[in-house]
């Protein structure tokens, strides 16, 4: 993926593998030798993390698919056998549950991250636009299977999320009714969903390649958002990333496991251990936490057809992003008025969440309006018009320059350097 | 399109017909092939039979009370009326409505007491709760629709009034859905 290869292979098994399929050249180019920005920050680490989840739930959702059963009558059920008689089957469920969540965290981490430092600016657009397709069949795939358990929030859940598309006019009900199979969200709809949702996992998988190849043509973005130029501006993958990268991870699992195995039904809804009830929709409904910025857009509009719109706008208005902002820098280290305006989309975003989870009535409609506003403002007037209007710092002249502290706000790399290998006796 | 007959006329040539027609019948073919994939989405056979009539005794539903059934899958509401929710109903502006529609519009004629509407919400589908909302006649608990006691959108996002399935009486105390 960067270029060709240097890769020997040392054996003679090797050198004849080699001369036929040249994987181990290309995972060697890629994963070895790849030369990285030295300055990569920990919100670098995400990626890895991502793909490590992704492969998590790959493993833990294809266990408990030997186990579940996907019938209308018969879904709940299986799912309190997965907890009650299988052998770790809880472990596997909650880690699968949980999982979702993180996936979800580590996700907007890294979007986040690449909004900060102007990850999708040129030549990073095809990059992030592949992201942002990860990103809707991350939303698809994690709304279907929390459909699977068959509980109150699981029916009414995919009630509410399929008759979305009943806001399109005239041919709304039927692509609906095509949707369910059914005239409400019955069997037929769990079946395809199930289908759906071991499905999709996979086609993610493939995005990814696409992602990573098109991250390794021009290599990672990084603090300074200064492209590298010579040799001392970057250190191979292996180790100094690879280390970096493995001890995030070994951290954020710790994050994980302590969810998955202290508070397994924090991030989830009690109604959800209630059998789907076609006739009661839950007191208080609301989708799972990673989904509630955008949940509390589509309740912001008093109209049906324009709320859906606004909530679909609201993630596609993200592959447009590399053309809205206009700026020729693209760290945000370097924009100091972009910081103030990020710093309160950010905010803006979680007060949209923390909207969404709370019920669609008085002063909470009134917030919600105002963060839905700012939301797209951000995009459509704040990136264009900063671009022309706001002076940037100065730009060091490399990436080494950025880390030696010469220019630029990098600090020392000696920092971390000196640090003593061990207090302990 | 360049000819090889060395008539060198303007009449399309045996090439652009295979051309066109090797087109053509691919579409054709494309087309075949996706729909089978598209169609087996719809409801089928089984779920369409069972969308067979229903027969419903209103006999025991006490006046004030709201009786939850399904007809083809769907949540349906019958609500036996007091005299001041007909009353309330009947007054309403119809004009001043979203969804302009005179309450002897939505119930048989001579049958003012009986509501008969889905029971989903228009706007995305869940299910309002009885006798709550500024109306006293449903309100939704997911995005905040207020129905009135003849099931009609007067607040919140809903585009429409909660439809009346096909009924009828098919005696004093009795209707048939469907």
Request: aromatic fraction near 14%.
């Amino acid at each position: 993926m960067s270029g060709h290869s240097t890769y020997v292979p040392k054996s003679a098994v090797g050198k004849w593998f080699e001369s036929r399929l040249p994987i181990m050249g290309l995972i060697h180019s890629s994963f070895v030798v790849f030369p990285n920005p030295r300055n990569l920050n920990y919100f670098w680490t995400f990626g890895g993390i991502l793909a490590f989840m992704l492969v998590s739930q790959i493993v833990t959702g294809v266990v408990l698919a030997m186990h579940y059963t996907a019938h209308a009558d018969m879904a709940f059920n299986s799912v309190e056998l997965i907890m009650r008689d299988v052998n770790y089957g809880w472990m596997l469920r909650y880690l699968h549950a949980n999982g979702a969540s993180m996936f979800f965290i580590a996700v907007y981490v890294h979007i986040f991250r690449g909004l900060y430092y102007g990850s999708y600016k040129a030549p990073r657009e095809v990059l992030w636009i592949l992201g942002v397709i990860i990103f809707l069949l991350m939303m698809a795939t994690a709304f279907m299977g929390y459909v699977l358990p068959w509980g109150q929030m699981s029916f009414w859940g995919a009630t509410v999320i399929t008759n979305l598309f009943s806001a399109i006019p005239g041919v709304g009900e039927v692509i609906v009714s095509y949707l369910w199979g059914g005239y409400s969200v019955s069997n037929p709809t769990l079946n395809r969903f199930f289908s759906l949702h071991y499905l999709l996992p996979f086609m993610i998988a493939g995005v990814v390649v696409l992602h990573i190849w098109a991250l390794h043509v021009p290599g990672s973005n990084n603090p300074s958002g200064i492209e590298k130029k010579t040799d001392k501006d970057v250190l191979p993958f292996h180790p100094y990333f690879t280390v970096k990268d493995a001890f995030a991870l070994s951290c954020f699992l710790m994050v994980y496991v302590w969810f998955a195995f202290y508070i397994p039904n924090f991030l989830g809804h009690a109604d959800n251990y209630i059998e789907a009830n076609p006739a009661v929709t839950p007191a208080h409904i609301v989708p799972e936490w990673y989904f509630l910025p955008f949940y509390a857009i589509l309740r912001a509009i008093p109209d049906k057809l324009l709320g859906v719109l606004a909530m679909f706008g609201s993630i596609a208005i993200m592959v447009v992003v590399p053309w809205l902002d206009t700026s020729k820098v693209r760290s945000g280290n370097y924009r100091p008025v972009f910081q103030v305006f990020f710093w309160l989309f950010a905010i803006n975003a979680v007060i949209l969440g923390w909207l969404g989870s709370k019920p669609p009535e008085g002063m909470y409609v009134i917030a919600s309006r105002i963060c839905t506003v700012y939301y797209f403002a951000y995009y459509i007037l704040v990136l264009p018009l900063l671009g022309l209007f706001e002076t940037p710092k100065s730009l060091p002249a490399s990436i080494a320059d950025s880390v030696l502290g010469k220019g630029g706000s990098g600090s020392a790399m000696a920092s971390g350097a000196a640090a003593s290998p061990s207090t302990k006796g | 399109m360049a000819t090889t007959h060395a008539s060198a006329s303007a009449e399309p040539t045996r090439r652009d017909f295979l051309f066109l027609a090797t087109g053509a019948a691919g579409a054709v073919g494309l087309a075949a092939t996706i729909w089978p994939f598209i169609s087996q989405m719809a409801p089928d056979a089984a779920t369409i039979a069972a969308g067979a009539p229903v027969d419903f005794d209103l006999a025991p539903v006490a006046e004030g009370q709201i009786v939850k059934l399904f007809w083809r899958g769907k949540l349906i509401f019958v609500r036996h009326r007091t005299a001041a929710e007909i009353k309330a109903a009947q007054e309403t502006d119809v004009t001043s409505l979203r969804d302009p529609e005179a309450d002897s519009a939505r119930v048989k004629p001579g049958k003012d007491q009986w509501l008969v509407v889905y029971g989903n919400c228009t706007h995305l589908g869940c299910v309002p709760l009885g006798n709550e909302g500024a109306f006293h006649g449903w309100q939704c608990p997911c995005h905040g629709s207020v129905f009135d006691t003849s099931g009609r959108i007067r607040q919140g996002p809903a585009p429409i009034n909660l439809p009346v399935p096909p009924y009828a009486f098919t005696s004093d105390k009795a209707i048939r859905i469907g």
